[in-house]
């Protein structure tokens, strides 16, 4: 967990954060699908129910406390590969700028249990950030990378991501998707860089 201070929200501001996957419950449990489970517990624990939006994209808002910034939680219903219409259709119904969009996606560069934020740069071979560049025409929009770590020997990447995680990384799991959640949190009630300086820091 990560130490976290009391700072100012505006209520005006409404972040858009959106949990990356491929739709349908034979991918439910996938690598890939770590940031659709990140923002689906967010949805339980706001008791924000999800609706269909348009044919491709799956909404529900929420706040985070009484008063404090909104949240349009945002799960496409398009395969991995094709993230960028939903999220950005969403981005444009509500009006949300691009600084203000989170994507919650998998990550093969991060070892398992890790955590890092950024807003800009490359897509790193995820190919659902790399839609989401092009549909939004920008790469600055928030990035909550979760580490899922490489394959071991030589299991091929893309097998990998799309089987479900091991035993032992299921008995971490939901430590891992508390620490995204309250990534997002620090991000919407801090800002970005208070958020890198509290979850890059070294663990106790």
Do not use: C
Request: charged share 25%; aromatic share 6%.
């Amino acid at each position: 967990m990560f130490r976290r201070d009391a700072a100012p929200s505006s209520s005006a501001d409404t972040w858009l954060v959106a949990g990356l996957g491929n739709p349908g419950p034979q991918y439910a449990g996938n690598r890939h699908n770590v940031g659709a489970m990140v923002v689906d517990l967010l949805a339980d624990r706001l008791a924000a129910r999800f609706s269909r939006h348009r044919s491709t994209t799956m909404l529900a808002e929420a706040r985070l406390r009484p008063g404090g910034p909104k949240l349009v939680l945002v799960r496409p219903l398009s395969y991995m590969n094709t993230s960028g219409g939903p999220v950005s259709s969403a981005a444009a119904y509500f009006g949300i700028p691009p600084e203000r969009v989170i994507v919650v996606h998998d990550d093969l560069d991060l070892p398992f249990e890790t955590i890092k934020l950024k807003a800009d740069g490359g897509h790193g071979g995820q190919n659902g950030v790399r839609d989401i560049i092009k549909a939004l025409d920008t790469p600055d929009f928030v990035r909550v990378r979760v580490g899922i770590g490489r394959p071991p020997g030589r299991q091929d990447a893309a097998d990998y991501v799309l089987r479900d995680f091991g035993s032992a990384e299921k008995t971490r799991l939901p430590f891992v998707l508390d620490d995204a959640i309250e990534a997002i949190e620090l991000i919407v009630e801090q800002g970005l860089l208070a958020a890198q300086q509290k979850v890059h820091a070294p663990r106790a």
